[in-house]
Each structure stands twice: as structure tokens, then as C-alpha cells.
């Protein structure tokens, strides 16, 4: 749409203001902060939804892989062909023996429930989520027969550990006695804490070699599942389609959506509804710019009237009211942008000055399972929610344009 000279004129005329139109141009400002707020709530509250769902994944499947197999009786006693075979399924990257118990800890009094996750030695030491999450001590200290153990730094908050303090585990699958079943107490020397930064992790999970995990657990050479991680998170049904049916009935694959499905399918209906929600912010903003443009058009009429009897189409007097009301709006989308991008950059800092003033916890990791306010921006949705606002600004220009554009000059001044 190319304005000629005199329709730029006209146009930049128009959105400043002039004698008797303050009111006018506090409602287009007023559009303007609208569309600027609804742009940025949109692309803060998208770029949050999204981190929250990228690092629940990263930690969730850091930790847990993209697939187990299970068997029923969540006892697999002959597991090194199996460990094997998935080894060697295509797609397939890691494999890796796992035993998971829920159980009890103490220590000095203080009782919490742990989840004890005893892994390959190796798999520690390569696991990044675990090794860079190290807040004190050192990993490499987990040897079979050591009795060490790595916990979680939120755990170890609540038994008042640290490294170098005994962590008391209780199994109620113990001895079996004349009177009844014994529970098995064993003491274990914390050797490293760690926060993955996923609050239910770090309050329950205790890690120890797998083969300290057998002998505690009275498994013998048994674990409870196989670990599988593949080239795709987002193909793995297809990838251990193969898998699967091979080993038919005596075990059972299952993937990061099944283990996780409630959380992960909350997470993606709460973001559609965040952004159907946000979009009608945008939406009141530009019937702002509709209400802002109908009022100039009004106080402009006989403005209107003149220039047509000087020549002026009715193609270019649409021409400058579109312009006028699209600028509003792009200059509202580039604000939004900039103070999203702002928020964005600085959101802990912005969280922890709306605690300080209110004297609230905003974000607390025991309800919102991460410990600090995540954030992924996708470019894309950037992109739509931009192109979304300049839409709709710009069908708010169209019905202000063609009133100011069927204006009859002759009506108007007839009495002039």
C-alpha cells in the first residue's frame, strides 16, 4: 500500500495531535499500550509454557529415558538378553539396567520418603543431567561395596544432611523370622548431593551403584526394569515398534508419554488455553483502534469533505486512515515485542521483586516442580503472534477507511 507525498502528510497529520483532538489521541495511545500489552502477555506466557514443558522433558527423560521395559511382577531376572536385544534395535542409542523402590530414610529423628534408584556405575558418571546438577562432593565416590550414596539437594535439605553424614534407608523387605518379617536398616554415607532442578527429584531420589541397590533390596542378580534411550523422543513408539513385539508377552515397553501422559497433556490443554485467553486481549485492543479511528473520522469530516473537493479519491483517503490505524498497531506489536523480550531476560529477577513487594513465594518448586521460572521462546509462535495482531489492526482499518472514504463533500458543506 504506497502512499503518495501528500497522503504521508495527511497520514503523519493525523496521528499527531492537534487543537481539540487530545481526547482522540489519548484513546489511540491508549490502543497503542493495549495491543503492546496483549503481544507481550502472549509471547511471555507461550515462551513460559513452552520452558516449562522443555524442562520437564529434559530432566524427566535425563533421568528416566525415553522407554522402559517392565515386566509385571516388576522383577526381570534374566535381563542381559533383553538388555541386549534392545541394544541392538535400531534407533536405539543407550540401554541400561534400573531398579526403582519407593522406601523410608532417617536420620536423627527426621523420617522422609525416598525413592532409591540404583543404576550402572558408568550410566552415573555419563548421565549430564546428574553430573552437572553436582552441588557438593563427587560422583565418582559411588563404587559397588563403598556403601555411598548420591541424594537429592531438597532431600537433604529436609534430613539435614550434607556430605560425609550417614543416611539411615529402611526396607520393609527384610529377614523372615518366627515372629514375622524383619525390616532391612542399613546406614549409607552420603558421598554427593545434587539438584536436577525438578523439586519432586530432589526431595525423594537416593542413587546408588545398582549393584548396592540388589544387595539391600535382597534381589540377587535381578533388577525391576530396562532403560532405553533413543535417537527421537518424538518417534520412540515407532523405533521400539520392533522391540515390543519380540518380546511379547513376558515384558512390557513403555514410553516417556505413557509414563508421563497426565502431566505432559495438562501442560499442552493449559498452553491452548492460555493463548485463546491472551488473544482476546489483543482483541479489545484493536476494537480500540476501531473506536479511536471512528472518532477521528468524525472530528476530521469536514476536513475530509475539503480535500475531496481538492481532488483527493476515495482510494487514497482509505489509504490514510488504514495507514494511520496500522501504525498504531505496529507500533503497539514492537513494543510488545521489546517488553516481552525484556520480561523474558530478566523473569527471576522480575519474580523476585513481585515476592519482595507482596511478601509471597510466587514460585514454589514443591507446586510448581521446577525450581526457577523457565522460558523457551519459539520464534515461530513469535512470528504468528505478530502476524496475528498486524491482522487484525489491520481489518480494524477497514470500516473507519470506507466511512471517511464515502464521505459526501457536497452533504458536508452544503451549509458552510
Do not use: C
Amino acid at each position: 500500500m504506497l502512499l503518495s507525498r501528500y497522503e504521508r502528510m495527511i497520514a503523519r497529520r493525523y496521528l499527531l495531535p492537534g487543537k481539540g483532538e487530545g481526547f482522540i489521541f489519548l484513546v489511540a495511545g491508549i490502543s497503542l499500550v493495549a495491543v503492546m500489552l496483549g503481544v507481550a502477555a502472549l509471547i511471555i506466557v507461550m515462551s513460559v509454557m513452552n520452558g516449562f514443558r522443555a524442562e520437564l522433558f529434559d530432566k524427566v527423560v535425563g533421568l528416566n529415558g525415553h522407554a522402559v521395559i517392565q515386566t509385571y511382577g516388576n522383577r526381570i531376572e534374566n535381563w542381559r538378553p533383553i538388555l541386549e536385544r534392545a541394544r541392538a534395535t535400531p534407533g536405539v542409542t543407550d540401554a541400561s539396567a534400573l531398579i526403582e523402590q519407593p522406601l523410608m530414610a532417617t536420620n536423627q529423628g527426621r523420617v522422609e520418603a525416598i525413592l532409591l534408584r540404583g543404576v550402572p556405575r558408568a550410566d552415573i558418571l555419563a548421565n549430564p543431567t546428574m553430573t552437572r546438577g553436582v552441588l557438593a562432593g563427587s560422583l565418582a565416590e559411588l563404587r559397588p561395596g563403598s556403601d555411598n550414596v548420591a541424594i537429592g539437594s531438597q532431600l537433604a535439605q529436609l534430613l539435614g544432611l550434607h556430605v560425609g553424614s550417614s543416611i539411615t534407608i529402611v526396607s520393609p523387605q527384610g529377614r523372615t523370622t518366627p515372629f514375622g518379617t524383619v525390616p532391612r536398616i542399613v546406614d549409607y554415607r552420603v558421598a554427593a548431593i545434587f539438584e536436577v532442578g525438578l523439586y519432586d527429584f530432589d526431595r525423594a531420589f537416593v542413587v546408588m551403584p545398582i549393584e548396592e541397590a540388589q544387595s539391600f533390596l535382597l534381589m540377587g542378580d535381578a533388577v525391576q526394569m530396562i532403560e532405553i534411550t533413543t535417537t527421537d523422543a518424538d518417534r520412540v513408539q515407532e523405533i521400539l515398534a520392533p522391540l515390543s513385539a519380540s518380546l511379547g508377552s513376558r515384558a512390557v515397553v513403555q514410553d516417556w508419554r505413557s509414563l508421563n501422559s497426565a502431566l505432559f497433556e495438562a501442560l499442552q490443554v493449559e498452553r491452548v488455553a492460555m493463548f485463546v485467553v491472551l488473544s482476546i486481549i489483543v482483541l479489545v485492543a484493536v476494537f480500540n483502534i476501531l473506536s479511536s479511528l471512528i472518532m477521528l473520522v468524525r472530528a476530521k469530516t469536514r476536513d475530509i469533505a475539503i480535500l475531496r473537493t481538492m481532488g483527493a479519491t476515495r482510494s487514497g483517503l482509505m489509504k490514510v486512515f488504514m495507514t494511520v490505524g496500522v501504525t498504531i498497531g505496529v507500533l503497539g506489536i514492537l513494543a510488545g515485542v521489546g517488553l516481552g523480550a525484556f520480561f523474558l531476560s530478566y523473569r527471576q529477577a522480575v519474580v523476585r521483586f513481585v515476592q519482595w513487594v507482596t511478601g509471597q513465594n510466587l514460585w514454589d518448586p514443591s507446586v510448581r516442580f521446577l525450581t526457577e521460572l523457565p522460558s523457551k521462546t519459539d520464534p515461530f509462535e513469535v512470528a504468528a503472534i505478530v502476524a496475528m495482531a498486524l491482522v487484525l489492526s489491520f481489518l480494524a482499518t477497514l470500516y473507519p477507511a470506507w466511512k471517511a472514504a464515502s464521505t459526501d463533500p457536497v452533504q458536508v458543506l452544503r451549509y458552510e
